[in-house]
């Protein structure tokens, strides 16, 4: 017989005052509001061991046109995957396609992380 395990998603998100890591029904509950006359959010989710295999930055987006710091970059060496020196802005991108899955709405987010 199966055993009943109970499911818990968390969400790691350093840009909110949130718990770090935030249980997924307090995270979709207060980090995110419909205001009106704003777009609404979309989501992209990948798996851990997709976005391991496929994800590679070379920071480049954290510097300006000279070349030059925006922030101080992290002290951990960038992730760089072999032959690919960033492919960041297909992750921020919410256009269907890529690695993972794209989700337009809080409700369609929920659905798919809890059932």
Same mark, same amino acid.
């Given at each position: 017989?199966?055993?009943?395990?109970?499911?818990?998603?968390?969400?790691?998100?350093?840009?909110?005052?949130?718990?770090?890591?935030?249980?997924? @029904?307090?995270?979709?509950?207060? /980090?995110?509001? +419909?205001?009106?006359?704003? %777009?609404? #959010?979309?989501?992209?989710? *990948?798996?851990?061991?997709?976005?391991?295999?496929?994800?590679?930055?070379? @920071?480049?987006?954290?510097?300006? /046109?000279?070349? +030059?710091?925006?922030?101080? %970059?992290? #002290?951990?060496?960038?992730? *760089?995957?072999?032959?690919?020196?960033?492919?960041?802005?297909?992750?921020?991108?919410?256009?269907?396609?890529?690695?993972?899955?794209?989700?337009?709405?809080?409700?369609?987010?929920?659905?798919?992380?809890?059932?």
């Amino acid at each position: 017989a199966k055993a009943d395990v109970e499911f818990s998603a968390e969400v790691l998100d350093l840009d909110t005052a949130l718990p770090f890591p935030c249980e997924f @029904r307090e995270y979709v509950t207060k /980090a995110f509001r +419909t205001v009106r006359g704003w %777009p609404t #959010a979309h989501f992209r989710v *990948v798996e851990a061991a997709a976005l391991f295999a496929t994800f590679s930055s070379d @920071r480049s987006h954290m510097r300006r /046109a000279d070349g +030059t710091w925006l922030s101080p %970059p992290p #002290a951990y060496d960038p992730i *760089v995957l072999p032959g690919i020196a960033s492919n960041l802005a297909d992750f921020w991108s919410m256009s269907p396609g890529g690695v993972g899955q794209v989700f337009s709405s809080v409700d369609e987010l929920s659905t798919f992380v809890l059932g």
